[in-house]
Nanobody
Framework: VQLQASGGGLVQAGGSLKLSCAAS????????MDWYRQAPGKQRELVAD??GIADSVKGRFTISRDNAKNTVYLQMNSLKPEDTAVYYC?????????WGQGILVTVSS
């Protein structure tokens, strides 16, 4: 399984960004992806998965999936400076963790 993430960048507080993560490989249509983030000096945390959204971003972030494209999205609205982090898509498949490359999201105040 390979995960290719895209999107991200620099945005002002209150703005929006949309991240995408496409799975490829023979098992791509079977995987369920989620989103993590890691802010500077902090541990990596789960942001959104198929069961829900982290409290810190609830009401602002939405996870969605296009099964035909084996792609998961993270729509981020009303961004805050504390959302600044490297965002990772992830999947757990047959006991193995697969990570996309980190996508830097910077929110300026």
């Amino acid at each position: 399984v390979q995960l290719q993430a895209s999107g991200g960048g620099l945005v002002q507080a209150g703005g929006s960004l949309k991240l995408s993560c496409a799975a490829s490989g023979s098992a791509s249509r079977f995987v369920v992806m989620d989103w993590y983030r890691q802010a500077p000096g902090k541990q990596r945390e789960l942001v959104a998965d198929r069961t829900g959204i982290a409290d810190s971003v609830k009401g602002r972030f939405t996870i969605s999936r296009d099964n035909a494209k084996n792609t998961v999205y993270l729509q981020m609205n009303s961004l805050k400076p504390e959302d600044t982090a490297v965002y990772y898509c992830h999947t757990l498949y047959w006991g193995n963790n697969y990570w996309g490359q980190g996508i830097l999201v910077t929110v300026s105040s």
